[in-house]
């Protein structure tokens, strides 16, 4: 059973930063792009990042472009989000997810197992 477990959200003050990251648990991170989404209150799951099974490719939403940066280590089969320059409005929870290929992509219904998510608020 493939089990994703994020961590390292929190509060933080606009322009600080937070590093997420997503261990995978009972499966391969190897053979497989990941992505992070995030969702906020009221607001439909939206594509942050992702990245490709060996790194060599990474997309990001306009919205974080230039500001957090996806990466994984396929060895220690964890996923990492650094995220700097944080606003208010990147507000959500965070989830971290397996993507059923090797690519990554922006859209949700390619991946197949999800974390429970983890809540990132920042404060004006």
């Known amino acids: 059973q493939v089990r994703l477990t994020e961590s390292g959200g929190g509060l933080v003050q606009a322009g600080d930063s937070l590093r997420l990251s997503c261990a995978v648990l009972?499966?391969?991170?190897?053979?497989?792009?990941m992505g992070w989404f995030r969702q906020a209150p009221g607001k439909e799951r939206e594509f942050v990042a992702s990245?490709?099974?060996?790194?060599?490719?990474?997309e990001y939403a306009d919205s974080v472009k230039g500001r957090f940066t996806i990466s994984k280590d396929n060895a220690k089969a964890t996923v990492y989000l650094q995220m700097n320059n944080l606003r208010p409005e990147d507000t959500a929870v965070y989830y971290c997810?397996?993507?059923?290929?090797?690519?990554?992509?922006?859209?949700?219904?390619?991946?197949?197992?999800w974390g429970q998510g983890t809540q990132v608020t920042v404060s004006s």
């Open positions: 990245i490709s099974w060996n790194g060599g490719s990474t």
């Open positions: 997810a397996r993507h059923m290929y090797y690519t990554g992509s922006p859209y949700p219904n390619e991946y197949d197992y």
């Open positions: 009972g499966g391969s991170l190897t053979n497989y792009g």
